[in-house]
């Protein structure tokens, strides 16, 4: 039931039962926050949101206060604004005054909030943090000195992704968030997903950078180094610039990536369709041979972590096709190097991703060939856009180069490995393509209207009905699954696990904001993409056909599906 409240003497109209933060911010009014979280149940812990409401003696946090009839709020009475200021000036108190070097300078919360606030001088001062810097990982940078304490990382490693790899050690003035038993986060339940770098307000966590080696590569001049970009990540810099997809934005990527110095830059989407196949093939088989359970899907490497660590019953069911990433680094050292009759050790191998979890891929010791590693580095969409800056390129205004051959294009398909769904949906189409019994059947992918994070299709080929689900964030995937063992269901084959919510679009390693919307757009950018691709499916692309030829004609035509394949182990971590 709606009714209306006074707020600053002005009347809103609010619904009965929602908090009076989610009422006022509804409205329009401004309310600052570091603690708080779509999605999550209300802490109250930072006390930002406070306002005044007449009658009440203390002020109210208004995240966790629901709104009542006869209110009469305020939200920037000078009572109001002294305390947040004096919140702010706290945190400040003994946060490191790195501001200049701090990868989050200028897109720092705190930094904001003292902006907002004008704060322009120390009115509290405290011992700075005496804690040291994590870098052990190989995905995510821990600076206990910039932490906030606002739970933001705390929550979501434990309620979206079911790790609890960091939580709050200690008490009183001593509090901090830790790993466990104060170890480094490489030997932590950590899953390299990125997920609390996107959530954190400050610099207190950041992803690993590639970007010195990167650049150290390209400064040699022995050295042939290769990028090849993720189709997702074209329609992330689509969102992030807003550039139209009638402009060529995976070309303009192209563009700036040559201007930096690269050798060869090509089209990632190419191994997209490679690991379709793969995967299609080994469900294919799985069907035929009645194997109990459904194929899970690999290409996520914070998914393979969790199972490998949590859940090392399933690790028979995962895909064992590598990720895209990785067939294309296998690719690159191996194939390509032969019919290019360049040493491996020469090529430097760099990935585009929207993930940090690809960094944790790529050092994997079963991603190496013969001792050398299949990808050498791994930027993030936000590292990709700081080279951009830095080089002073101007996405916008440079001239389209296209990827260069032999991997200059992908399917429509391997767009829609960008996005939560998607995965399944090529996977269905290439196994319909391979078992449809009559050319008067057509294939028909419903999405399911139900709005929980577990979705399900059904694919009917001939007398066969084959199942797929998809579902994206880890405690909604283990929730899924043990809801399908306990019911004793066998009607799903295929279950695409995504670990960052909405998929990739979501992911680690896209560039760091508080606007719900931003996954939605870069689905839809997919999507438009996905328009432009000159073939619907991996059977169709050209540029397959011509590498497939080749490994027929060669004396090594037996090994070389073995490069796309890999093996998953168990892993014991502290939990």
Request: proline share 5%.
């Amino acid at each position: 039931m709606d009714f209306q409240i006074e707020v600053n003497n002005s009347l809103i109209l609010v619904n009965e039962g929602e908090t009076l933060l989610t009422a006022l911010r509804r409205n329009g009014i401004k309310i600052p926050t570091l603690c708080h979280m779509n999605r999550f149940s209300p802490t109250g812990a930072c006390r930002l949101c406070v306002v005044e409401v007449d009658g009440k003696r203390d002020l109210i946090t208004s995240c966790s206060f629901p709104v009542e009839k006869g209110m009469k709020v305020f939200t920037n009475s000078p009572r109001v604004i002294r305390a947040r200021k004096s919140i702010v000036e706290m945190l400040l108190s003994n946060h490191p005054d790195d501001c200049l070097y701090c990868e989050r300078n200028g897109n720092c919360e705190l930094q904001w909030l003292a902006e907002e606030m004008n704060v322009k001088e120390r009115k509290f001062f405290a011992n700075k943090n005496a804690q040291y810097p994590d870098n052990s990982s190989t995905s995510v940078f821990r600076d206990p000195a910039k932490c906030v304490l606002c739970s933001r990382c705390v929550r979501i490693c434990e309620e979206t992704q079911y790790v609890t790899a960091i939580d709050f050690t200690s008490r009183a003035n001593n509090i901090k968030v830790n790993s466990a038993f104060n170890k480094g986060l490489n030997i932590s339940s950590c899953i390299n997903c990125g997920q609390c770098i996107m959530v954190c307000p400050t610099g207190a966590l950041t992803d690993i950078s590639h970007i010195e080696k990167v650049q150290a590569n390209i400064d040699k001049k022995k050295k042939e180094v290769i990028f090849f970009v993720s189709p997702s990540v074209t329609a992330s810099i689509i969102e992030h610039y807003g550039i139209k997809t009638e402009q060529n934005p995976a070309w303009l990527i192209s563009a700036a990536l040559k201007k930096m110095g690269a050798s060869k830059v090509f089209d990632l989407g190419v191994a997209s369709d490679l690991n379709i196949r793969e995967e299609a093939r080994l469900l294919i088989d799985r069907v035929k041979n009645g194997n109990k359970g459904p194929l899970y899907s690999s290409c996520c490497p914070a998914w393979v972590k969790f199972v490998e660590e949590f859940q090392p019953e399933l690790i028979p069911s995962l895909s064992t096709a590598k990720s895209p990433q990785q067939i294309f680094g296998a690719l690159l050292k191996t194939w390509y190097a032969k019919e290019e009759k360049v040493m491996p050790d020469n090529i430097f191998s760099v990935a585009v991703m929207p993930c940090v979890g690809k960094k944790f891929e790529a050092s994997r010791e079963e991603m190496t060939f013969k001792g050398i590693s299949e990808v050498d580095a791994v930027l993030t969409i936000r590292e990709f856009v700081r080279m951009v800056r830095s080089n002073g390129i101007d996405l916008r205004r440079i001239e389209p180069v296209p990827f260069d051959k032999p991997f200059s294009a992908s399917s429509k398909n391997a767009l829609k490995l960008g996005y939560l769904g998607g995965k399944a949906e090529a996977i269905a189409f290439e196994l319909f393509e391979n078992l449809k019994t009559s050319s008067r059947e057509t294939f028909k992918f419903n999405v399911p209207k139900n709005l929980s994070g577990r979705k399900e299709f059904k694919l009917n080929i001939g007398k066969k009905t084959i199942g797929f689900a998809w579902v994206s964030g880890i405690t909604n995937a283990k929730a899924y699954i043990d809801d399908l063992i306990a019911d004793g269901r066998s009607d799903i084959h295929y279950i695409e696990v995504m670990t960052c919510l909405d998929g990739c679009v979501g992911g680690g390693g896209q560039p760091i904001n508080r606007i719900p919307d931003k996954t939605k757009n870069r689905k839809k950018a997919c999507q438009d993409l996905e328009k432009f691709s000159p073939w619907d499916n991996p059977g169709n692309n050209i540029c397959l056909d011509s590498i497939f030829r080749t490994m027929e004609k060669s004396p090594d035509k037996e090994t070389w599906p073995k490069l796309f394949h890999t093996r998953f182990i168990e892993r014991n971590v502290p939990k």
